[in-house]
């Protein structure tokens, strides 16, 4: 599908038929998912697949019963690894010249170094670039997806045995529509949203 028609076309889909995305489509999917950007090169986003049907089950109970989640056919959880930073980082240059590395390396220590917040805003940041790719990629396949926040996240965290350091950012339901989004509820102008220069 043309890009600016896969945009206007992607809805958050609540309602699924009984269809399989392929195994093909799903592999293509992620691979688009692993270009997206990330500050430094980290690539941080984690994708929990949940193809456990007690599993998908029981994290439909942690997220007020919301039916997609079960109704969907596929189910993942965009996590974020906030420590990636630190884990073996020359593996996200490897490819780069030496003297590129040498500079880099130093710099994304100092960067994140003893910065909690920055080193989550960083994870949510990425994983909802990542989120997007997952939806435009789905969409230019021919299927449908819900971004979710609407659960609970501890509980959730628990469910998934989430690593330390590791951070969920929203669930993603991924199928073919069985009934099509309602109508937009609304965009706000876009005098609104893009502002010149300065607040
Ligand atoms: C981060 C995020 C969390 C969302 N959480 C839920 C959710 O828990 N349940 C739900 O039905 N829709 C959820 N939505 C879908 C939004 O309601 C929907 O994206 C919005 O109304 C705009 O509609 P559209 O995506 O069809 O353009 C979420 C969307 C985003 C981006």
Known sequence: MEFFATVAARRAIKHYADKPVTEADFERIMQAVLLSPTSYNIQHWRFVRVTDSQLRTELQAAAWGQ?????????????????????????????????????????????????????????????????????????????????????????????????????????????????PANPRAGQIPLTEVLIENRF
């Open 67 to 179: 039916t997609q989640i079960t109704e969907a056919a596929e189910l993942v959880i965009v996590c974020a690894d906030t420590q990636a930073w630190s884990d073996n980082p020359q593996r996200y240059w490897a490819n780069a010249p030496a003297d590129v590395q040498a500079m880099m390396l130093p710099m994304l220590a100092s960067f994140y170094q003893g910065k909690g917040l920055l080193q989550r805003d960083e994870a949510m940041r990425s994983s909802g670039m990542a989120a997007q790719t997952f939806m435009l990629a789905a969409k230019a396949l021919g299927y449908d997806t819900c971004p979710m926040i609407g659960f609970d996240n501890e509980r959730v965290a628990e469910m998934v045995n989430l690593p330390a350091g590791h951070v969920i950012s929203m669930f993603i339901t991924l199928g073919s529509a069985d009934k």
